[in-house]
């Protein structure tokens, strides 16, 4: 018996031990597993603090990181081509890096040059006349001759170029490709009005038209898509939809993506979708008089006057998708508008306003030269700018 009971009581002895062990071993686990999130809670604590205090943080001046000197000629226009800088005249065009590089230089003479662009391609045309040039940040990718005076141009990424010429009865839209293939489109007063504005996707498939016609008196407009891929194929001149529109003027239309384009008119903003067929997906409408429009790959912005000593301009900036991201109020008297991440930048010759989705003002300050072109380098407030005698890089501090 006794060995009995010292054989139970050495098996209870070793349970106990052995309990005891899991419980320490869980409560190590569980310490372990404390501890990791304390430091997990702790690093994600400090990571939004970081990017509060970034969305927060507010530029007072900035430092000019990089600078290479360059001869502006007078009468020149300079303007951003993808992350570059492209200036033109009656006489050329020319293309320049950040270092002040050429990369490359057309010549030609043209009496009254009108530019097209998307992304890194550019079309150049000469209105009345029947020569065009379409080049990207590298070199010329094709030339084409009309065999009618041109009145107005857009261009897409792949080159391909939509071009309105004028006739005496028909306006025809001929669309070129850089191997030399040729699309047309016949438009009529009386059928499908005048053309008023067109873009081409970037991809080149579709293009939308907006025409002006008059009924009965009245001024009236068209929103056509022509798709010229496999679909349109099958289909009369390669129109695929279109929407009518008895009480608006739409003077501006343009692809954003492949599948997203907007048209806007003096009545409000519309919003199309479809990589194929566009169709109609928002509306917004307005009371007030639309002053001007601005866009990108990504966002819409709508100007109007705002009556109040405290901000002259509001905007309205819509996504792609044809979203409201916000109303936005401003100040400053501007010659030109682009977008940033979460952000938009307003700026003339002598000072620039940064102002974010979320209301904050990032940066308001003057130029130390007169500024001729802004463009953003990435998303951390930084800016390549071009000058009267200088291409500048600057990071705001």
């Not at 498939?205 to 008059?214: H, R």
């Not at 067929?277 to 819409?300: A, C, H, K, R």
Request: charged share 20%; net charge negative.
């Amino acid at each position: 018996m006794a060995d009995i009971r010292n054989f139970i009581q050495e098996r209870e002895k070793r349970e106990k031990g052995q309990a005891d062990y899991q419980h320490k071993l869980r409560r190590y686990r569980l310490s372990h597993v404390y501890r990791v999130l304390l430091v997990a809670a702790a690093l994600i604590a400090l990571i939004a603090l970081v990017i509060l205090q970034y969305k927060n943080h507010i530029y007072t001046s900035y430092e000019v990181t990089g600078t290479v000197d360059v001869a502006v000629i007078n009468g020149t226009v300079s303007m951003p081509l993808g992350s570059h800088i492209m200036t033109y005249s009656n006489d050329g065009v020319h293309c320049m890096d950040a270092r002040g590089n050429a990369l490359w230089n057309q010549t030609y003479e043209m009496q009254n040059p009108i530019v097209a662009t998307c992304g890194n391609v550019v079309a150049i045309g000469d209105y009345n006349g029947r020569e065009i040039y379409v080049l990207d940040e590298e070199k010329k990718l094709a030339e084409f001759s009309t065999n009618m005076p041109i009145r107005s141009i857009a261009v897409s990424q792949t080159g391909r170029v939509a071009v309105t010429v004028a006739d005496t009865k028909i306006t025809w839209i001929y669309i070129y490709d850089p191997d030399g293939t040729v699309f047309a489109v016949r438009t009529t007063m009386n059928q499908s009005g005048y053309p008023a504005a067109f873009s081409l996707s970037p991809n080149g498939e579709l293009l939308g038209l907006s025409c002006i016609y008059v009924d009965s008196g009245v001024v009236k407009s068209r929103v056509a898509f022509y798709n010229f891929g496999t679909v349109g194929d099958n289909k009369s001149d390669y129109y695929v939809n279109g929407y009518t529109y008895p009480d608006a003027i739409i003077l501006a239309i343009r692809f954003m993506t492949n599948g997203t384009a907007y048209a806007l008119g003096d009545d409000g903003l519309r919003f199309f979708s479809g990589t194929q067929i566009p169709t109609l997906t928002n509306t917004y409408l307005y009371e007030e008089e639309i002053q001007g429009v601005y866009s990108d790959d990504n966002y819409v912005g709508v100007l109007f006057h705002n009556n109040s000593a405290e901000a002259q301009h509001k905007l309205l900036i819509y996504s792609g998708a044809g979203e409201k991201i916000g109303d936005y109020l401003f100040n400053l008297d501007f010659d030109h508008l682009f977008f940033g991440q979460e952000n938009f930048a307003v700026y003339n010759e002598q000072e620039c306003l940064i102002h974010t989705f979320d209301g904050v003002d990032k940066y308001q300050g003057e130029f130390d030269k007169s500024v001729r072109v802004m463009i953003p380098q990435g998303n951390s407030y930084r800016y390549l700018i071009m000058t009267n005698d200088s291409i500048d890089t600057i990071q705001l501090k």
